[in-house]
């Protein structure tokens, strides 16, 4: 360990270490600004219609009411629904994994013999989040509401089921999604 203290002052120690925690912290800033930058770029749906695998799905998101169709004008992003809203890590971590997982589907099915609608039926409590619906709708029993509705979110609201947001809308997010998919594959 001395040899190294010898060599560490021999050598202009303290212009080495200044050096290197300067280098240091101008790569933390890089990596920083340019993950905020590739968070933000790939959590758009132009982004995520870069899968041609997507594109009917983008379709059908578009004639919906997540995608604009709707009084107010506003319209949610893919990452809106389908990925958490609760921790920063928890968001990575399920972007990450959506993300590897699109690609890989993307590569290795067919899209013409592919059941959309058994996948759409098995996967959408993997992919669409309650905290995401929150997240937008944190008002589930507004004035006007019909009573069926009043009732299935008031046991939501009080635990009393278990029930998920997509278990009683499916397809909220993208009208026709399986007409949508399999006209256009059946195009190719």
Request: with cysteine; net charge positive; hydrophobic share 35%.
């Amino acid at each position: 360990m001395a040899s190294f203290g010898v060599f560490f002052k021999k050598n202009g120690g303290r212009k080495v270490l200044f050096t290197g925690v300067c280098m240091g912290i101008l790569l933390a800033i890089i990596t920083v600004l340019a993950s905020g930058f590739m968070i933000e770029t790939t959590n758009t749906d132009t982004f995520c219609v870069s899968c041609h695998i997507m594109t009917p799905f983008r379709d059908a998101w578009k004639e919906s009411v997540h995608g604009g169709k709707n009084p107010q004008g506003f319209t949610a992003q893919c990452v809106d629904c389908h990925l958490p809203h609760g921790s920063f890590i928890e968001y990575l971590t399920a972007k990450a994994k959506t993300g590897t997982s699109d690609i890989i589907h993307n590569m290795i099915i067919n899209p013409k013999e592919y059941d959309w609608a058994a996948a759409a039926e098995k996967n959408r409590l993997r992919f669409t989040y309650d905290n995401a619906c929150m997240h937008c709708h944190n008002i589930l029993t507004p004035h006007g509401m019909k009573s069926g509705g009043l009732i299935a979110h008031r046991a939501y609201l009080l635990g009393e089921t278990k029930k998920r947001c997509t278990e009683c809308h499916p397809h909220v997010g993208h009208k026709n999604m399986i007409e949508k998919a399999n006209e256009y594959f059946n195009k190719l």
